[in-house]
């Protein structure tokens, strides 16, 4: 944030300010400190957004590193709810965790796209004659383009988890098979994979459906709505 808060100032003087279309001097220092406070809000909820995705990638990163990281307690619920032997439910406890985790982190990549989408309505020709402030422009995108980054990079993180857990019950599937008294639990465990498989929530939620994919479609949607208001209603503007 404090090298986007540097980057601002430069491109002010790179590529200058529109003119505010204010009437007096009291509008006008209404609409720098309103539109300051409001720049200043958008980037710190982006970052805090990014932040918070990071952080939850990072403690997927950590999970596929490490294994049987659960206490005895988790695992013996797990164990008695799923009617698998302890040892073999890690894998599936940690995606149970990162969906769950997921589920309520990726909610917030919502927040930035609907802060833009109401900033691009705000400066619609509708309301003044705004024009398009570049510096603000630019670094608002570059904010967004990394919580879009931080969001694929935590989606593919997880996917690189579940794909860790199929492999490893796959292979305990072939070591239960093998042996005398394991074709019941080799059966069981064939189920947990198909529960691996069809896990649908958090970030495990298909490409298509993920919160980042419609969240994209807020600003393009108020852009589309907007324009073809300015179309109807300002007809010798357009």
């Known amino acids: 944030m404090v090298a986007i808060a540097l980057l601002w100032p430069i491109l002010t003087v790179a590529f200058g300010n529109p003119s505010v279309p204010a009437r007096g001097s009291v509008s006008l220092v209404a609409y720098v400190i309103v539109t300051g406070a409001l720049v200043l809000a958008t ?5 805090a957004v990014a932040d918070t995705t990071l952080l939850t990638w990072r403690v997927i990163n950590g999970l596929r590193m490490e294994t049987g990281i659960w206490p005895p307690k988790t695992l013996k619920q797990f164990s008695d709810r799923l009617k698998l032997p302890a040892d073999v439910l890690d894998d599936w406890i940690d995606l149970v965790f990162v969906s769950k985790r997921t589920k309520c982190v990726t909610t917030f990549i919502y927040y930035p796209f609907l802060i833009i989408a109401l900033l691009v309505v ?3 020709r509708l309301f003044a004659n705004y024009g398009p402030s570049i510096p603000d422009v630019i670094t608002m995108g570059i904010a967004l383009f990394i919580v879009s980054g931080c969001a694929v990079a935590l989606r ?9 857990a199929l492999r490893r019950l796959n292979d305990r599937i072939m070591a239960a098979k093998q042996s005398q008294d394991g074709e019941r639990l080799a059966a069981q465990l064939e189920l947990l994979v198909r529960r691996v498989e069809e896990l649908r929530d958090g970030a495990f939620t298909p490409f298509s459906q993920q919160p980042l994919v419609r969240a994209m479609l807020l600003p393009l949607g108020s852009f589309g709505g907007t324009a073809l208001l300015e179309y109807l209603l300002l007809p010798g503007l357009s």
């Open 43 to 47: 980037w710190f909820l982006m970052f």
């Open 122 to 124: 705000s400066r619609s």
């Open 156 to 164: 593919l993180s997880a996917e690189a988890l579940r794909a860790r």
